[in-house]
């Protein structure tokens, strides 16, 4: 096959196609991609990539590209997805980028290969989905407040001594409305998340003390289940910048989860470290674990590996712990093993590096 035939067969699809050199520099970019981005292929031949997504909208950042970021010298070994966001004045386009090395005949590395895929219709879609559960949680949220709140009266001897018989029933349904709640109060803080209207407010935060006061709360939790809370925090550990209220919340998701999973008489440990780039918090359990067919899977919405000791979640706090450190730009992740317990782990960037 000839390069001519080569070149028609990459204008004909449509997904935007663009090919890199070992400086960044143009070596190919498809009739698609001169379509969407209104270029003219002949003119960028041999120029630096970098101005082809140029933003003219200040809102988007073009760091979010690996165009940007990566160099292909250095990471050209590495493969990547993510999605991106460009303007062309007019309009937001929603991009799907995957970059992968790219190799001439006899293996040598000669550059990157960038793939961009509209997903403007599929968020679109999404943002409909995310406001409609919005919209129905909020409404289911007011009468299940107005319930619990009827049943803690009762509970309370407000209305008179109740039977033996009503007062299991209610007990019943005051446990029956606390779960809903806690599910419509996780469902509302995800479609937020994901619609993008979360908003972090960043300030300079010792974690070790986030940690502690996260803790403080849980240690009730712990001692019912007749669980041991210990914490091993490094000396000298730098400060984050990072949502207060948003850690904690990250913290107590993962600190109950991993009391809830564990045995009688068990430990769940929390760390700090920390090292040049990243303040790094672990919180290891002695539970059943995880097998490794569901490690993949375990930060997905309504998703509970493994079976837990004491009540069942709504299967959505890991998928907002996820959410909330990748808000700010840390990395979360699990080590497991079934029968040997489970290890969570997060860390988040020092301040010198939140912009990279």
Not at 40 to 49: I, Q, V
Not at 176 to 188: F, G, K, V
Not at 237 to 245: F, H, I, N
Not at 289 to 310: H, N, S, T, V, Y
């Amino acid at each position: 096959m000839n390069d001519s035939s080569s070149t028609s067969i990459l204008d004909s699809l449509t997904s935007g196609i663009l090919a890199v050199d070992l400086d960044s520099r143009v070596l190919f970019v498809s009739a698609a991609l001169c379509l969407r981005l209104g270029i003219d292929r002949d003119s960028w031949l041999g120029k630096p990539a970098s101005g082809l997504f140029c933003p003219k909208n200040p809102r988007i950042s073009a760091k979010r590209s690996a165009l940007y970021r990566l160099d292909p010298r250095r990471d050209g070994a590495r493969s990547e997805y993510r999605e991106i966001e460009w303007s062309d004045g007019n309009r937001i386009m929603h991009l799907r980028e995957d970059s992968s090395p790219l190799f001439d005949k006899a293996g040598k590395l000669i550059g990157r290969l960038f793939a961009y895929h509209d997903l403007s219709w599929e968020k679109t879609v999404d943002q409909m989905k995310s406001e409609f559960i919005s919209v129905a949680s909020h409404e289911l949220r007011t009468p299940m407040t107005s319930i619990k709140g009827s049943v803690d009266l009762i509970l309370g001897g407000c209305v008179g001594e109740v039977s033996p018989e009503a007062l299991e029933l209610l007990e019943v349904a005051h446990s029956a409305c606390d779960r809903m709640i806690r599910l419509i109060n996780n469902i509302l803080d995800l479609s937020k998340i994901e619609a993008g209207q979360i908003q972090l407010r960043l300030e300079m935060i010792d974690l070790a003390d986030v940690i502690e006061r996260s803790l403080r709360p849980l240690h009730s939790l712990a001692g019912q289940a007749e669980i041991s809370l210990k914490h091993n925090f490094a000396s000298g550990l730098p400060r984050v910048e990072a949502d207060r209220d948003r850690i904690e919340q990250v913290i107590t998701n993962l600190v109950s989860n991993a009391i809830k999973f564990s045995p009688a008489k068990g430990v769940v440990e929390i760390s700090l470290t920390a090292d040049n780039e990243w303040v790094r918090c672990s919180v290891s359990d002695q539970g059943c674990g995880i097998a490794e067919k569901d490690l993949g899977r375990i930060f997905g919405k309504f998703q509970q590996a493994g079976m837990p000791q004491r009540g069942a979640g709504t299967g959505l706090g890991l998928a907002i712990t996820y959410a909330l450190v990748t808000e700010h730009k840390g990395k979360i992740w699990v080590d497991s093993q079934v029968g040997e317990g489970s290890c969570f782990a997060f860390c988040l960037p020092l301040a010198s590096r939140r912009d990279r």
